[in-house]
């Protein structure tokens, strides 16, 4: 009981500390006369990934590769099925030509890498699977490359600059909170991390399954947050976006910060993870194609969050 109220405490803390982080970050940000278009592709963005960053930069500096390639892993499948369904349900997604064209294809992208650098063992027989230090490299530099695109587009895309509503903190207050957010997000990681593998261990679960369900879950609580307040208000671009930056986010700078902090092996069982990303990934661009126009229709939405539900199953009582 106490692991799970411990679990349960560290994301509080988490996602408490990435808000005023993000907050104050971007209210010193403004005070130095930083673009709200750079503010929103640096800051804000990684803020919504700031929980499964610091869960896998720990879990990777614990050697506790499961939890760290299940939370990047389990995290993309939930963004895709459950939270754009969810999202879908609530409101049709209409999707922008670049996020149809590049942003959705880069997404599924991201998940192939993953299934190239883990395919040692059908390459090389004599070779374990694993996403080594190199390999997480390769990766941070997709993710630059992504950013540079995005700030490409920001560019292009924007004559009026946007303004972000801000706290109004002093700068030493916008200083002191951001520091309060790093401590929070490092010590909430800290007792999410700890007591999963707890609890996987009496419950005699594998670190991968808890990492796939319980920390995922827990991480990608922002995004689900995001996308389901973008859909109500008929935001549906943000809705979509919010869900496909964050899966790229996830792999080309989270999984790869991971892996050059400790290589990731590939644990029993992950490849059909993997597998299941891809899948997800796929339809996803299927699905903007079927119908009218490019739309994530409500049908769609409950085909994921049934198929979500179906793999969380498969997650629990396979063999």
Do not use: C
């Not at 590769?65 to 939370?71: H, S």
């Not at 389990?74 to 879908?88: D, E, V």
């Not at 540079?148 to 946007?162: C, W």
């Not at 671009?237 to 989270?254: E, H, Q, T």
């Amino acid at each position: 009981m106490l692991n799970f109220l411990l679990l349960a405490a560290g994301f509080v803390l988490l996602i408490y500390g990435a808000g005023k982080l993000v907050d104050a970050a971007s209210d010193l940000a403004m005070r130095l006369n930083v673009p709200p278009i750079v503010i929103g592709l640096t800051i804000v963005a990684f803020g919504t990934s700031a929980p499964e960053l610091s869960v896998n930069l720990i879990a990777a500096a614990r050697h506790s590769t499961d939890i760290a390639l299940g939370n990047v892993i389990g995290s993309n499948i939930l963004n895709i099925l459950l939270i754009l369904g969810i999202s879908a349900f609530i409101k049709p997604l209409s999707v922008k030509s670049n996020t149809t064209w590049i942003e959705i294809p880069l997404a599924f992208l991201s998940a192939l890498v993953v299934l190239a650098m883990v395919a040692d063992p059908w390459l090389d027989y004599n070779r374990q699977g694993i996403i080594s230090r190199s390999d997480g490299i390769i990766l941070l530099f997709f993710f630059i490359i992504f950013l540079v695109y995005n700030f490409q587009l920001a560019r292009r895309g924007s004559n009026e600059e946007e303004k972000l509503e801000t706290q109004l903190y002093s700068v030493p207050k916008a200083i002191l909170f951001i520091i309060l957010g790093l401590a929070l997000l490092v010590f909430g990681g800290r007792l999410i991390v700890d007591n999963a593998v707890a609890l996987a261990r009496l419950a005699g679960l594998s670190e991968r399954i808890i990492g796939l369900t319980v920390v995922s879950i827990g991480t990608s609580l922002p995004e689900l947050a995001t996308s389901i307040v973008a859909a109500r208000k008929k935001s549906t671009d943000l809705a979509i976006g919010n869900v496909v930056g964050s899966n790229i986010f996830n792999i080309f700078l989270i999984l790869g910060l991971s892996s050059v902090v400790y290589p990731i092996p590939l644990a029993k069982g992950a490849m059909m993870d993997i597998f299941a990303n891809i899948v997800a990934s796929a339809l996803l661009f299927i699905f903007i194609f079927i119908g009218k126009g490019r739309r994530l229709e409500r049908w769609e939405g409950i085909f994921f969050i049934m198929l979500y539900l179906a793999y969380l199953l498969w997650l629990i009582f396979q063999p």
